[in-house]
T-cell receptor
């Protein structure tokens, strides 16, 4: 009930393409779904987050799509750039609780 | 505004030793959470401290402990180190508990030989 399943493990996309990473959760009590970006040698940095009262949130080239009934959410990176090459983590949590992280997706954007 | 700082950045210990890691949150942040990151298990929650009290604890053995000081700085301690404790230990701070954005530090890379 506490797991967050993330796919794919790795992703190679051409520059200018769309990167899509998917996550699924089990605990219906989760009410906060952030995405983190991590570069080698750095800590994760919050990219974008969504709550279950909205189905989509967009910030620049990054969009979260949320499907409450399917208990799934995904990150779309439009016009992917080589500088987007990093490991991306989805997470889920509830108020006053800790975050449960997916295993991560290593994204490589080829020039 | 300075970010989350963690010291030391790198540490090498041998089995059976104990280690203390330090985290200084962003100024004004009162909640500090600790995570262990390994290639196999990913990011796993260790514990959260707020107002010098442990508020949440992950599924780790009692060898892992922590504390928070009145200035919100936090330390975590691992006793009787095992090879499997080799990992990147990350500290994250937020203003309050709940769903405030968590800001992560760069981590302490612990290697147990």
């Amino acid at each position: 009930q506490q797991q967050v399943k993330q796919s794919p493990q790795s992703l190679i996309v051409q520059k200018g393409g769309i990167s899509i990473i998917n996550c699924a959760y089990e605990n219906t009590a989760f009410d906060y779904f952030p995405w983190y970006q991590q570069f080698p040698g750095k800590g994760p940095a919050l990219l974008i987050a969504i709550r279950p009262d909205v189905s989509e949130k967009k910030e620049g080239r990054f969009t979260i799509s949320f499907n409450k009934s399917a208990k799934q959410f995904s990150l779309h990176i439009m016009d992917s750039q080589p500088g987007d090459s990093a490991t991306y983590f989805c997470a889920a949590g509830r108020s006053q609780g800790n975050l449960i992280f997916g295993k991560g997706t290593k994204l490589s954007v080829k020039p | 505004k300075a970010g989350v700082t963690q010291t030391p950045r790198y540490l090498i210990k041998t089995r059976g030793q104990q280690v203390t890691l330090s985290c200084s949150p962003i100024s004004g942040h009162r909640s500090v959470s600790w995570y262990q990151q390994t290639p196999g298990q990913g990011l796993q929650f260790l514990f959260e401290y707020f107002s010098e009290t442990q508020r949440n604890k992950g599924n780790f053995p009692g060898r892992f402990s922590g504390r928070q000081f009145s200035n919100s700085r936090s330390e975590m301690n691992v006793s009787t180190l095992e090879l499997g404790d080799s990992a990147l230990y990350l500290c994250a701070s937020s203003k309050e508990r709940g769903r405030d954005e968590q800001f992560f530090g760069p981590g302490t890379r612990l290697t147990v030989l």
